[in-house]
């Protein structure tokens, strides 16, 4: 088994050496930040299986480091545990609320925080089985990509013997920062809804599964581009009626899509592309539209 990464953000001295110390010894590897910036950049860089993160830093608080984390679909999902001088309830909730998974008092018990680390480990070794052998994605309940890969792969080797054509849509979410950003609203609710609309709105037989953070694929069996355009165009109109309601304003979100067919293609990352560079002119051209690859 490998050894997992602990990342603490703590701008207390004394505090991250000895947190650092005994979590060394009980076999993790250690990572340590003195600041909310340095913390995000260090997520990012080193991919942690768990944070923790002091609350009162100077700078980024570590609530507004955490918020910052949630909003990223490629950093929700590490876990964060609170590290706190404020024995104070309030502020445990609001901790909780913004998506820790725990919370430890300062100057903390070592036993304590070790028995924390140790459990929320537990549980993201289970989550990282269940993303790799599972064939859902844990946030929006459709295809992961590797299944999404698989099933793109049986679909090609279909075609190539019967001479069938399918087709690989792409889709975007545009500006999806500003979900965050402008209207303080949770990615994760995004991601789900637009999920949910796309798994209801394909025909049955269709594949649609997550690509990556917010990019989602359809594998539509026996389309040509041209039928794909037409049902691409219809899920394009579909999500942009979906009304986000956020704490200050309603707000609603585009897609941009990129359609291909397997015609004509030598293999099947040459559909992909295809279909992966339709969606990028469809953002360079205004976003919020369908565009085909030919
Ligand atoms: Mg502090």
New binding site residues.
């Given amino acids: 088994m490998r050894s997992m990464k602990v990342l603490i953000i703590?701008?207390?001295v004394d505090s991250l050496a000895i947190a650092k110390l005994r979590l060394k010894k009980d076999g993790y590897i250690i990572y340590s930040a003195q600041d909310g910036v340095e913390g995000i950049e260090k997520t990012r860089a080193e991919d942690p299986d768990l944070i923790l993160l002091?609350?009162?830093?100077p700078g980024k608080s570590g609530f507004e480091v955490c918020e910052e984390l949630k909003s990223d679909s490629e950093l929700c999902n590490i876990p964060v545990i609170f590290l706190s001088?404020a024995d104070d309830i309030s502020e445990k909730v609001k901790g909780l609320d913004l998506g820790a998974v725990d919370y430890v008092t300062k100057p903390f018990d070592i036993f304590e925080l070790r028995a924390r680390v140790r459990a929320a480990l537990r549980t993201k070794r289970l989550q990282d089985l269940l993303l790799k052998y599972g064939e859902v994605d844990s946030l929006t309940e459709i295809y992961n990509r590797r299944v999404l890969m698989e099933r793109l792969h049986q679909e090609w080797d279909r075609s190539l013997r019967s001479n069938i054509i399918f087709s690989f849509i792409m889709i975007d979410i545009d500006k999806f920062k500003n979900v965050n950003d402008t209207y303080g609203h949770p990615v994760g609710d995004v991601l789900e809804k637009v999920a949910d609309i796309l798994r209801r709105s394909i025909r049955s037989g269709d594949i649609v599964g997550r690509y990556g953070g917010e990019e989602f694929g359809i594998i539509m069996v026996n389309s040509t581009v041209q039928e794909a355009f037409v049902a691409a165009d219809r899920y394009r109109h579909q999500i942009e009626k979906i009304v986000f309601k956020a704490k200050k304003a309603s707000f609603s979100v585009t897609a941009s899509f990129g359609v291909a067919d397997s015609s004509g293609k030598n293999s099947l990352d040459k559909l992909v592309s295809a279909a992966d560079s339709a969606m990028y002119e469809a953002k360079e051209s205004g976003r919020n539209k369908v565009c085909i690859f030919d």
Avoid: S, T
């Avoid at 002091?54 to 830093?57: A, K």
């Fill in positions: 703590d701008d207390d002091d609350v009162q830093m001088a």
